[in-house]
């Protein structure tokens, strides 16, 4: 595997690069579940953070496609990515309802965009979650670490049964990486798949780094999923190295888990986080669909 630290971003070599990761699978493309594309002034404090080594972090972040937000779209379509999310998410009341505001223009202006809607436990949740599901969300964004709240807040029951009756995917940040919050772990994960047990969930990160936890939820229930993004790198194997024990029951469950790079947020090239999927040796057939086939069958890509 090649040294994707040495590479520059939106360089024509590291686009041939991940052409040839896609191509060589006989794929059209990658369709890439979890990036995050969110208004400057946010995404500029969620920069900052990174850059300050926050507390949750623990060490240095680089962002690797610092850029903005025209350039970032047209790379990951130079990738050859189908389709990707603008993964984003209020940390306080009043700011789930314009952050929706601003992805469902942002979703209409680039229509390989899935349109994402995001929440907070606050009295008018339900209300804008069924307004969001109505004007054509695809997947909604839940982070559990960031917004500090548990999911089975009852401020969250209308928006859970407004989901659940939709059948909308959540992608959820609820494991205890980088480092753990209040509610995050498989506990009130469960327990809020106890009450919704059809709700799809796609769980962030492989459930880092609570993998085995996640892992049985998702062998569990129907429509629990998860998502690579981060897991496998080398980044991330320094602090939570996955498991290999637990290979045989990933390989088995290929038809559950979807590829998620984390876009622009990554302290490696693109290119990298491929590799960190098809260097688990799982096969061919595996990596196409985790790269490409679950997630079209999931919102219907064609």
Known sequence: MCDEHEVQPFSRAETDAVHERWQRLDLPGIIDVHTHFMPGRVLDKVWAYFDSAGPMLGREWPITYRADEDERVETLRGFGVLAYSSMLYPHKPAMARWLNSWAADFAAGHPDCLHTSTFYPERDAGEYVRAAIDAGTRVFKSHIQVGDYSPIDPLLDDVWGAIDDAQVPVVIHCGSGPAPGSFTGPGPVEALLARFPTLPLIVAHMGTPEYAEFLAL?????????????????????????????????????????????????????????????RLDLGDDWNRRVLNGNAARLFGIR
Do not use: C, W
């Open 218 to 278: 998702a062998e569990r229930y129907e429509n629990v999923r998860l998502d690579t993004t981060m897991s496998f790198t080398d980044f991330s194997e320094q602090d939570a190295p996955y498991p290999r024990d637990l290979l045989p029951r990933v390989a088995d469950l290929g038809d559950k888990i979807l590829f998620g790079s984390d876009f622009p947020n990554i302290p490696y090239g693109y290119t990298h986080a491929l590799d960190a999927i098809v």
